[in-house]
């Protein structure tokens, strides 16, 4: 059983920036291909941002050149940075694990407003 906890999300004004962590149970970690999805009011969960266990990393076009994901597997953590953060980013964002199964974060609300 892989356990993924979510933080940093928050209230953030327009142009600002957070940065989100999730941390998982295991020190297997480093062998798990991650990534950030992003769930809106009204829409379907979305992927934001995947990274490979060896650090190769892909991007929504939505967020390319805004986000940044990335991994420090001696502290079992993925981080998404987010910057030039718009009101259409306000979702609740969720951890994803790939390892043989899937697990899931159970989400942190991002709301951009002013």
């Known amino acids: 059983q892989v356990q993924l906890v979510e933080s940093g999300g928050g209230l953030v004004q327009p142009g600002g920036s957070l940065r989100l962590s999730c941390l998982a149970s295991?020190?297997?970690?480093?062998?798990?291909?991650m990534g950030w999805y992003r769930q809106a009011p009204g829409k379907q969960r979305e992927l934001v941002a995947t990274?490979?266990?060896?650090?190769?990393?892909n991007y929504a076009d939505s967020v390319k050149g805004r986000f940044t994901i990335s991994r420090d597997n001696a502290k079992n953590t993925v981080y998404l940075q987010m910057n030039s953060l718009k009101p259409e980013d306000t979702a609740v964002y969720y951890c994803?694990?790939?390892?043989?199964?899937?697990?899931w974060g159970q989400g942190t609300q991002v709301t951009v407003s002013s």
């Open positions: 295991r020190s297997t970690f480093r062998l798990y291909f």
């Open positions: 990274i490979t266990s060896s650090g190769g990393t």
């Open positions: 994803k694990a790939n390892w043989g199964s899937v697990y």
